[in-house]
């Protein structure tokens, strides 16, 4: 469904990613971990170009959507983004954070889609907060707010930028909860986390990047528990006993 | 003080004060356009504009408007060969003068904005147009409303300055009158009473709207 080939990016003279490839099959939930600095984010980034490559290829249903001739708003209207910082619209309502983009880029009416926004908030528990404001919320219902908004485009599939590293510990539970249901559903997810329980669980391959490459990939057992290459090991011996 | 000072001097002021509303009114409003135009341009990636952008608010800021009027209306006709009525050239200085100082204030406002902001309005498929409109200038319009309305109440206040290129704004229309009649006393009285005002109304609207902005 996304094929990432030769995906290099380079920030000036930091070579970020050097060489990545990887392919996301349809209703798969990747996970990506790996160090920071490894160039876990700087790639989910860089498949719905909120950067742009250095050179490489992103193919979306077969069609580069790196190549300057294809409109890259097409592909984020089917594959939607959580940040990590939430990134919710201050003076909007929690019901318009939700509507808006539905609304703007013509996929439904008004009405169709504040239907759809309550359908989703209640799914992530929210439907009493419609008509909050963002920063009355707290960082995880924020968060579940802005799944809700990425799911108003009825997306393909969702990229997850570190979803639950800037929530207090005891909020993360909840946002997890959300994405393990959005899993179960079939939603093809590539998620960035340190979140190795939801890894272990969730996913169906996990994919240890470093230093700008994949340095393994596999099933969550045989990378989270059993790692072949040497980095990975002393990765997660370090997340172990941290 | 008797009733025929009034009878004289609150028509004359009264001219005097159309004018000054009109000035004020027409030069700030075309200086928001300016303004907003040079300020998204002083927070992009246009290069060549934005130098001639710079260019031009470095002059406004580093000269006094009662120069830039005095050479709008004496000099700049003279260079291009054209003549100017001095409420235009009014007009003019207090659009090129609000329109440089209000540029700082909307690329202050609009570099304000989390890109965060703007990241997740694209990734959800909004054309940049659309994320400027819906999700960068709504809150940086709030985040600006404080410096304009400053700006505002200081283009209303320079109106007075257009007294030396013969404009008959209200400060002139008091000159002229306490000039000839020799009723100082009453005549600048009644004249800062009126920018008391209308700047008061101004104040208020001020609180009025950011309150009504939360």
């Not at chain 1, 990747?30 to 160039?39: K, L």
């Not at chain 2, 498929?125 to 304009?148: D, R």
Request: proline letters at 4%; one cysteine or more.
């Amino acid at each position: 469904m996304i094929e990432v080939r030769h995906m290099k990016k380079n920030f000036g003279e930091l070579e970020v990613l050097r060489d990545v490839n990887v392919h996301i099959h349809p209703g798969e939930v990747v996970c990506v971990i790996g160090p920071s600095g490894s160039g876990k984010s700087t790639f989910l980034r860089c498949i719905n170009q909120l950067e742009t490559a250095t050179s490489g290829e992103v193919l979306y249903h077969g069609e580069n959507i790196l190549d300057k001739k294809y409109d890259i708003r097409k592909f984020r209207e089917e594959v939607g983004m959580v940040f990590q910082r939430f990134n919710l619209f201050p003076l909007k309502t929690v019901l318009e954070n939700v509507m808006l983009a539905p609304v703007l880029t013509k996929h439904k009416s008004k009405e169709e889609a504040k239907r759809l926004a309550m359908e989703l908030l209640e799914k992530v528990g929210l439907e009493t907060k419609a008509d909050a404001y963002p920063a009355m919320l707290s960082g995880g219902q924020q968060q579940r707010v802005a799944i809700a908004r990425a799911l108003a485009m009825q997306p393909q599939a969702l990229l997850f930028d570190e979803p639950t590293s800037a929530l207090d510990p005891e909020l993360v539970g909840d946002v997890l909860n959300v994405m393990r249901d959005l899993a179960k559903e079939g939603m093809t997810m590539i998620v960035v986390t340190h979140e190795m329980g939801f890894a272990k669980e969730v996913a169906d391959r996990v994919i240890f990047m470093a230093d700008g490459y994949v340095v393994e990939e596999g099933k969550p057992s045989e990378v989270l528990e059993n790692p072949k290459e040497e980095r990975t090991k002393t990765f997660l011996s370090r997340f172990l006993t941290a | 003080m008797n009733i025929q000072f009034y009878q004289t001097i609150l028509p004359m002021l009264f001219s005097g004060i159309k004018l000054t509303f009109m000035i004020a009114i027409i030069g700030i409003l075309i200086g928001i356009v300016i303004a907003s135009l040079c300020g998204f341009v002083l927070q992009s990636n246009f290069k060549i504009i934005k130098i001639f952008v710079e260019a031009y608010i470095w002059v406004i800021r580093a000269t006094p408007i009662m120069v830039q009027a005095l050479y709008v209306y004496y000099v700049i006709p003279k260079l291009i060969g054209l003549d100017f009525k001095a409420n235009t050239v009014g007009i003019i200085v207090i659009a090129l003068n609000s329109g440089a100082f209000m540029s700082e204030i909307i690329k202050g406002a609009l570099l304000s904005i989390d890109p965060g902001q703007k990241e997740a309005a694209v990734s959800l498929g909004l054309s940049n147009f659309q994320t400027m409109i819906h999700v960068v200038i709504p809150p940086a319009f709030k985040i600006a409303l404080p410096g304009l309305f400053n700006q505002f109440i200081i283009s209303v206040k320079d109106t007075a300055l257009l007294s030396v290129i013969t404009v008959n704004e209200a400060t002139h229309q008091a000159q002229n009158y306490a000039a000839l009649s020799f009723q100082a006393i009453p005549t600048y009285t009644v004249l800062a009473v009126f920018y008391l005002v209308i700047i008061s109304v101004l104040i208020i609207l001020q609180k009025w709207v950011e309150k009504k902005m939360g």
